[in-house]
């Protein structure tokens, strides 16, 4: 979990005056107005344009370099009867982009079929051995969506065969380009298009705007309106889930499509809102009172993994079949079984994550360790990534999994090649750190934050030990610290339901429009309650007369290090909670870490204990000389988390023990006892104590810098006789002043 992670709170700033003018402009709330202003929209104008999201503003598609030779191509062949194959790729992008290139064309009379390749067996890509396939069976135009811009191999073999290749992509392209027939991608070097992050659905729908033009000789303008009411659910959908900026026109494309997706008239997407709990006109959802409204953020957690989980252990294009039945009865099996599949995943996912929990826990110290890399015989290709990603986030620190799952065991078990799957951290180029590597590497590709790879058994500890290297030399200071962007810090006056549902009008939040993000300081925690069996928490938050309630998902009860009545400083989105058609203002918590008074307010305490350390008397110091009592309890507490690595691990920032060694928080050792068992033992006395164990060999430490987080080893006596701690010299000095 994230709420013990370092990490810098990074807040904006922003020309108090340019908000004024836009709040007194447009008639919105004070808070809508910053947060448009720290993100440039710094005048009415650009404002307005912002929050209008015009149909006007979507590009000419002919603008994009092989769009006329791509339209003339399909129109003859959509003319002349000739097979038509759409060649996609197994995540949502690819299925949605295949989705609507295949239905638009089949609604034209085309004698048109798809594939999406297998990610065990067929990999990804177009691969030479499937264009030999498709030219035996006799297709005329092989149409690629979200793939295809490497394919050289075959388009030579689309050539030689008299097949013309379509290629339609997102992708970064190299200068030498596959000689296919006509390439549509934005990225082109030589692309004049004004907007080159479209997602691979959103050039696959740039090619249907353009086409609809040249088959119905109609104004592209108008083209672009009819084919955006027809697929603008299905492109939005693959543009969130592919993570692509939500600014320019793909702002305008999703929001569009999020208006229009209560309304789908595709029965297998209505079929999967229903089975989420999202409502549509087609189906109603399974739960009607838990009806939550079709956001961005619904798309990207909910939706999106359900479509993805089916090319990840299943099959994408089942996916496919759901998107394009006309069937009631059909689109609802389906959809319940991608339901059932995304469960199988997350199953499967949460193995995987275990697996490398205790991985971490044996053999990595993150503190040296600058760059995880771990393999199994066992873990599913489909879903490294995913695990790669959570540790990724959770350590802070670039992470490969390699799974040799499947691979056929030779006479050499060394030359058993694993497939692998990276991600990494801002400021830390994954490629650049691969290439560092490359001649321990079968192959490898990706971009800077994530990447897949191949590696022989034999290479791999060498891969690990260069990899660690080249961390080590590469990355700076600052790139170990998370750094989270916070929009504003937030006072009683500006934590209302009224700011909550203004900042709505923002929307649609996701890349290069993010959900804001805000920070208010000191609040007390009144509350802290457990739901979904511990996995989450609920809190109750106050100040200056302000109590709201703050959720926290992933926060486990069991290892949340605070408790009712401390302060701490809080970082949270502005959520409108609907229940039963009432609306109530909540915070969505995303970090929690304590005041600075509170903070403050312990350092004191550890210099107070410095001083009667020191043998100089401090007032009321006799009632902090522990009894035997106070230690029995402390004991049980360092007893219980030397057992259970679960009891607020969070003190490790990430770390899992070392050769017996756990991070104490004194300060949370403290209020745990106080609060939860009831005992109360303030610090400096949880102090003396913890030296007292050490003293006695009760306990072992490590160094540390700071002595309210100090690393403990608790030692094994239950064969030894039994310990006198009044024969400690601390102690008795002690009770000496005080005599």
């Known amino acids: 979990m994230n709420y013990k992670k370092e990490s810098d709170w990074i807040i904006k700033e922003y020309p108090a005056e340019k908000a004024d003018e836009i709040s007194r402009a447009l008639s919105l709330s004070p808070l809508a107005a910053r947060i448009l202003v720290s993100r440039g929209v710094d005048t009415p104008g650009k404002a307005v344009a912002f929050l209008k999201k015009s149909l006007g503003t979507l590009h000419n598609p002919f603008l994009l370099d092989d769009m006329d030779k791509a339209c003339d191509i399909i129109a003859s062949a959509v003319g002349s009867g000739k097979k038509l194959l759409v060649y996609g790729d197994y995540d949502v992008d690819g299925v949605t982009s295949t989705v609507i290139v295949y239905s638009y064309l089949r609604s034209l009379g085309a004698d048109i079929s798809t594939y999406i390749p297998e990610r065990e067996t067929d990999g990804y890509g177009l691969s030479p051995d499937l264009m030999r396939r498709f030219v035996k069976e006799g297709y005329g135009v092989v149409i690629t969506v979200d793939s295809g811009i490497t394919a050289y191999e075959e388009a030579l073999i689309a050539k030689e065969a008299g097949i013309k290749l379509v290629i339609t992509d997102h992708h970064l392209c190299r200068e030498d380009l596959p000689l296919a027939d006509a390439i549509v991608n934005p990225r082109r070097i030589s692309s004049r298009y004004p907007f080159c992050e479209l997602a691979g659905v959103g050039v696959a729908f740039k090619?249907?705007?353009?086409?609809?033009?040249?088959?119905?000789?109609?104004?592209?303008?108008?083209?672009?309106?009819?084919?955006?009411?027809?697929?603008?659910?299905?492109?939005?959908?693959?543009?969130?889930?592919?993570?692509?900026?939500?600014?320019?026109e793909n702002r305008v494309i999703v929001s569009y499509g999020l208006e229009h997706m209560e309304d789908t008239d595709n029965l297998g997407l209505a079929a999967l809102f229903s089975e989420v709990g999202l409502e549509t006109k087609k189906f109603p959802p399974k739960m009607p009172y838990q009806k939550k409204k079709i956001t961005s953020s619904q798309i990207g957690f909910v939706i999106a993994p359900r479509i993805n989980a089916c090319g990840r252990i299943s099959s994408a294009m089942r996916a496919v079949e759901l998107f394009t039945t006309e069937n009631r009865t059909t689109a609802k099996l389906i959809a319940s079984e991608l339901c059932a599949v995304n469960k199988q995943r997350q199953t499967i996912e949460n193995g995987i994550l275990e697996d490398t929990l205790k991985y971490m826990e044996e053999s990595v110290d993150p503190e040296k360790d600058l760059?995880?890399?771990?393999?199994?015989?066992?873990?599913?290709?489909?879903?490294?990534?995913?695990?790669?990603?959570?540790?990724?986030?959770?350590?802070?620190?670039?992470?490969?999994?390699?799974?040799?799952?499947?691979?056929?065991?030779?006479?050499?078990?060394?030359?058993?090649?694993?497939?692998?799957?990276?991600?990494?951290?801002?400021?830390?180029?994954?490629?650049?750190?691969?290439?560092?590597?490359?001649?321990?590497?079968?192959?490898?590709?990706?971009?800077?934050?994530?990447?897949?790879?191949?590696?022989?058994?034999?290479?791999?500890?060498?891969l690990r030990k260069r990899l660690c290297e080249h961390a080590r030399k590469n990355m700076k200071p600052g790139d170990l610290t998370e750094k989270i962007t916070v929009d504003a810090v937030l006072e009683k006056e500006d934590i209302t339901l009224k700011s909550a549902s203004d900042i709505q009008k923002l929307e649609p939040f996701g890349l290069g429009n993010p959900v804001p993000v805000f920070a208010s300081y000191g609040m007390r925690i009144a509350e802290i309650i457990p739901i979904s069996e511990g996995k989450h928490i609920k809190l109750t938050l106050e100040k200056d007369a302000l109590s709201v309630t703050g959720i926290f998902f992933g926060a486990e009860f069991a290892s949340f290090p605070f408790f009712a009545g401390d302060r701490v400083d809080i970082l949270y989105n502005l959520d409108v909670n609907t229940f039963r058609d009432t609306k109530t203002l909540q915070l969505v918590l995303r970090d929690v870490r304590r005041s600075k008074l509170m903070t403050e307010a312990a350092d004191k305490k550890s210099e107070q204990y410095a001083v009667l350390k020191e043998g100089v008397k401090i007032p009321d110091g006799a009632d902090l000389i522990p009894d035997r009592d106070d230690f029995r309890a402390a004991y049980v507490y360092l007893k219980k988390k030397h057992s259970d690595r679960s009891f607020y691990t969070t003190e490790l920032s990430g770390q899992a023990p070392r050769e017996g060694f756990f991070r104490t928080d004194v300060l949370c050792m403290s209020r745990y006892l106080s609060t939860v068992k009831r005992f109360p033992i303030g610090i400096v006395k949880l102090l003396i104590i913890l030296d007292v164990f050490d003293e006695t060999g009760i306990i072992s430490r490590e160094k540390t810098d700071d002595p309210l987080m100090q690393k403990i080893r608790l030692a094994d006596i239950s064969n030894q006789n039994k310990i006198n701690l009044e024969r400690s010299e601390l102690l008795r000095r002690l009770k000496g002043l005080y005599r």
């Open 371 to 462: 760059f995880i890399v771990a393999e199994s015989e066992t873990w599913h290709h489909g879903v490294i990534g995913i695990v790669a990603s959570r540790i990724c986030e959770k350590y802070h620190l670039p992470c490969i999994l390699v799974s040799f799952a499947g691979e056929q065991k030779g006479d050499d078990p060394g030359d058993d090649v694993g497939k692998g799957s990276g991600r990494s951290i801002a400021g830390y180029n994954l490629v650049e750190a691969l290439s560092s590597v490359s001649d321990l590497l079968e192959k490898y590709g990706g971009h800077s934050m994530a990447a897949g790879l191949s590696v022989k058994r034999r290479d791999l500890p060498e």
């Open 207 to 248: 090619l249907l705007c353009a086409l609809d033009s040249v088959m119905f000789d109609t104004d592209v303008r108008d083209s672009s309106k009819k084919i955006l009411a027809l697929f603008s659910d299905l492109v939005s959908i693959g543009t969130i889930a592919d993570v692509m900026p939500l600014t320019d």
